[in-house]
């Protein structure tokens, strides 16, 4: 087997292997389930992490703007790609090539760039190459990232899971087209705060459903969720919603409220609220596309401690982005029974930050808790070979369990599972509050997630 | 030896069979002295460890109530335990169970739990069952955490020695009792500034002469300490004392005038002052008993300046709660003479947080000033499954240096010897000024601590 | 060879070998060219790191004060270096005095002392023993830190190369000498903005013309560059060019414009601008000289967006001190094609630290960006024993990197060599704007850094 050549613990070997015949259940991406698999290269190579570390090994942006023909585009940073060939994201892309196209080299050059772009060409391929990425990788769900007028129609929504992200209702109420958009999506005439509790009511009852399993928002580090005050917000909500400008700490007001209300909704419908704290939008402009957020690490998820005292029926999975942040989550995770500590995001996707995380977590958070990854991909080619980093960095992680803490392979196998899949499966299967308020109820046995 | 099997280089194993061997000197532990073994399994099981993860794991809080029957109790827990059979909480409790109770089963679990409880139940041996748990840890000190008002009497203070808990009258002089107890333990008539100062030093004076060896207390993370100054001190001090409502910067100023006072009497009674800095109580008010405590990320040593350069001659062991501000510490303790790191603490007292701060350490800070580990413990029996994981962590790690740094194994077990063991006794022995102020003369032999 | 002891990995002995036999270019350090290596072992052994650790473990510091005769003050610190020899600054020494002194013993102690003082004392080889020092350790090139009025003359620059240190200008131009300083050394009178500008500039192409490669500058936590606004910073740069007391917020505006300044004058010249974040001075009043120093942990590069968007075309090679802040670093250096994270820095130049930090940057970071280690050395003597520690640990991941992501022997050796010196080299060789400017064009090659 191809992937787990990097093993070199027999252990770990045979715990790699198992999980590789293992369905891969993915709770949180960008896929576009219209058009899931890649129809060439230049989608595959146009992912933010290649252009911006060849942007920041010197490439210029212009190389890779929307405006720059594919293979052009293609051509011009595989001239860069050396530069990077260290990085775990370039080892995910080779990976990729061999897998699903049949790459026969270890290096992605002008030189062979060719080659690549002729086996990745699926463009007449259609639906037919969709199936045969989601066959080849055992994908059993994907969770998608939905914008709140998303209709939903048009896809198997079993298997391409809507997720309701609700940046846009949060961070940009104040931007023009959001309020219209809500409106159109929702045919309530948004206008003051009762109204927007009765259009964002009716987005989330639209979502469930349409088989939503969860909400998600992406927060900067200086948000501070606040129980929503009527009387408070009243004024800023009305004048927000008629287009009208915002002092500081009405926005402040306006997206707590929005964040309060939906947290609110999710209690209602039994929906995990994924929680994605710490990045800054476009702290980097003259970046390419998807390569200008970065973070502030001073961020602390004492800032939550009212949300998650108050919604202690809602399920929180956490990721935070600042790697620096992540043994503070083992703390609330341990602590707070609705925080759950959920994969390793974006600036944390490194298999050092991971694998020092991972242990971490497994000393000292139960395990029925750990959703333990996600592939965050835009392109289901990448669910696989990031799936497959992370199965080897666990694989060596509970080689070390067996190793320096007695476990045996059985009992490594089990937590294995339950980090990869059962507690996902788990979490995010619970849909109405009725199931939810009989959890306590006799339901004690070890075979699920049971986080609050 | 059970204890050692987890550990596969040799070295290590030799490592830790030698410190095996070795008397345990714990400079902080929360044990009962007029009851320090646990009576039954429902102590042992009732640690806020277990009670708090398996709650965080989906155990109603209801479920291990104060008012619950102790065998019911344990039985409500023990459905919930193999939920979190993958902490290294978990771990200490099966070799606790092993080791002092002859358990043979690798799981607590409903299936073994009543077989537990029986041999557990030493509710009619009283001390013998103490001594026998003394004896089989070879415990040779175990440093306790009294209130201020603790007669100090009942009990071998040779064995269970006092240490000052000063949270109360830093933290809590504002709460009603506060001042009721200290006025009935001094017999002080405390009503200012002075006859506080007074109250304060008769209190050190008593514990000093009742055997005490430190003070400690544990800061929240925006405690700033800062010289008192009499004039501004005065009227908030006052007003405390006679149970007026205090301004936030009253109570600032309250907190941090007592705090110094009591640093000023460790100068005058040569006590190192225990900083245990991080936990903000009360974060999650609904968890269970001891399961509701947890911190701000954002804190920093930088905070204390003011506290070190003036208290030259005080030594301060230093806990941070939070693992990333591990290093900061290593750093300090690297500059300043009179801070100390000392053990692992609570949200730390994780084996990766652990490894990867002691290896720090060991390359850093000088290994006279080392002050490995305390157990923390409420109970006797956990000091031992503790320990040890301190243990095989420090065979691991100087076993490595055995192997990357060249060291002999002679070289090895004399920093052991002296992280686990000398310098505590070391730090924690010198009690008088005379003796302090004698300490640069002449005495720069390598035998033991000298901090400062 | 004495120095790949302590790897047991043939791959990473290999490695180790290998690279020791590459020329070093080292691209910080403190050596003083007129007398880059010691005369005698007090020059060794007054290393803060020695006196301020020994200080730590208990040796006070008059014992090591400027007053005391030089081998009256070997003697003192010897007799606590034991308490000591378990870190690595220690390892450095003994790795240097059986190097460069032929010392035979493992530990430096009063009975070897005499010894190693006699093996040691070059008094009358002067500049001989500089070349031998150059020449064992096969020194390619060693860039200083000279003050802004430091005549650049009486040595060769191809070796010693000059970098201008600019923290007494951003940081301390309202102390009543540094205006005086900027006056004589440019015969501009320095009066307001315009005069200082041309000062500074001035100052900058003295530099450029003499061979510096690099402005440096060590800023504090709380130090947010801004960008220079004229009409905001006029009083107070008048003020403070006059002697004048200043507010605390002109303070903060006379510092940020000057920095500013200093960024564009390194974006006329072509000069990369080092960036070392995190040091507040003084921190510890009472310690050993160059002892005293620290950091408040709670520190971002955030902060720094303003400068990084603007000055697009300086290359900023940055170094963090807080060891916690290294992730972050990370992240800005894979997104911002300008920054660049450079060595491991006091604090953080713990063998624990620098390898987390590495195994990070080597899996996130472009291969081409990466500057791996400077020795920031005082005396030519610990170049090569420091950067052996470095290439240790750089061997020693690099094998891992070969065991864990199936990297050839050719591939991690072409990352050493990039790591090591050729990044360096080619990051620093850049002079003038023209040469810049063309980098673009066509120059894609994958041979050299190309940062921006």
Known sequence: MITNRKLSDPRARELFDEMANWPIFDPHSHIDPHRPAARGIDEILGYHY???LAHSAGMPAELVGASVD???RVHHLSRYLARLDNTEQYAWLVELAQTFHGFSHDQITPATID????AADHGHDGSA??????DRSKLEAVFLTNDFDDPLTGWDTSRYIPCLRTDDLVLKLHEP?????LKKATNVDVCDLASLRIALGSIVEYFVSHGARACAVSLPPDFVPRAAATKRAVTPIRRVLHGLDLRPDELVEVRQTVFWMLAELCDDHGLPFDLMIGPIRNVYPAGVAGGRDLFDRRVSLYDYRELFNHFSNVVFPVSTLSPDASAELVAYSWIFPNVIPMGHWWYSNVPSYIAADLTARLQAV???KLLGYYSDAY?????LPKFNMYRRILARTLATAMEERGWTMDRAMDVAKRVLRENAVSCFSRQSRGSRTSRYEGNEKDAAFSGI
């Not at 087209?177 to 958009?181: A, D, L, S």
């Open 115 to 118: 080659e690549l772009i002729l």
């Open 129 to 134: 190459w969709d199936q045969s990425v989601w």
């Open 70 to 72: 594919p293979d052009v």
């Open 366 to 368: 139960p395990k029925t």
């Open 177 to 181: 087209t959001t309020v219209e958009r």
């Open 50 to 52: 290649y252009t911006e």
């Open 379 to 383: 392109k289901l080619e990448f669910i």
